[in-house]
C-alpha cells in the first residue's frame, strides 16, 4: 500500500512517514490517505468532499485532535473510511492501516472475480436435449443466490465444467 499524509503539522508528517516506511508502508504516490481536519489552508473534510467529487479511489482516514465523536461521524458522513482521534498511539494508526490494505485487497479481489465472471457469463450454453435444458434452466434460476448446490452423476460427465486458464 501507498500512502499521502496530509497534515499541516511538518513534525507529525515527518514522525508518520518515518513510522510508516519502518512499517514498509510506502508514503505517496498513495491508495490510503491520511488526513488531519484541522489545517490552515482548507479544513481536511472540505478536502475530503473535494476528493470524493473528483471520484478519488484512495480511502481516507481523518485525524483529529477536535471534535471527537461528533467529527469521527461527519468524517464517515463524507466518505472517510475511519477516523483517528490525536493523541494516537502507533499501534492504532498501523492496525487502521492494516484494516485499510485489506478492504483493498479484498476490493481488487472482487473486482477481478467480478470479470471472471462476466466473461463465463457471456457464453451460452447450448443445450438441446430435455434434460440438459431442465439442468441449464435450474442452474440459471440458482445462479443469482448464495447457495451451494450439489451436482451429481457418473465420472467423466463434465461435472466440473471446462477449466479455466
Given amino acids: 500500500m501507498k500512502l499521502l499524509i496530509v497534515d499541516d503539522d511538518a513534525g507529525l508528517r515527518q514522525s508518520l512517514t518515518l513510522l510508516l516506511q519502518q512499517a514498509e508502508y510506502e508514503?505517496?504516490?498513495f491508495d490510503i490517505i491520511l488526513c488531519d481536519v484541522r489545517m490552515p489552508e482548507m479544513e481536511g473534510l472540505e478536502f475530503l468532499r473535494r476528493y470524493r467529487e473528483t471520484k478519488g479511489s484512495a480511502l481516507v482516514i481523518m485525524m483529529s485532535a477536535y471534535g471527537g465523536e461528533d467529527a469521527a461521524i461527519a468524517a464517515m458522513k463524507e466518505g472517510a473510511y475511519d477516523y483517528l482521534p490525536k493523541p494516537f498511539r502507533s499501534d492504532e494508526v498501523l492496525l487502521t492501516?492494516?484494516?485499510?490494505?485489506?478492504?483493498?485487497?479484498?476490493?481488487?479481489?472482487?473486482?477481478s472475480l467480478t470479470a471472471e465472471l462476466a466473461r463465463w457469463t457471456d457464453r451460452e450454453v447450448i443445450a438441446e436435449s430435455p434434460a440438459m435444458r431442465r439442468v441449464v434452466d435450474l442452474a440459471t434460476r440458482v445462479a443469482p443466490h448464495p447457495t451451494t448446490v450439489l451436482i451429481t452423476g457418473d465420472s467423466g460427465t463434465g461435472k466440473e465444467g471446462p477449466s479455466i486458464a
Fill in 27 to 29: 508514503v505517496e504516490p
Fill in 97 to 111: 492501516l492494516r484494516k485499510a490494505e485489506e478492504r483493498e485487497q479484498l476490493r481488487g479481489q472482487v473486482a
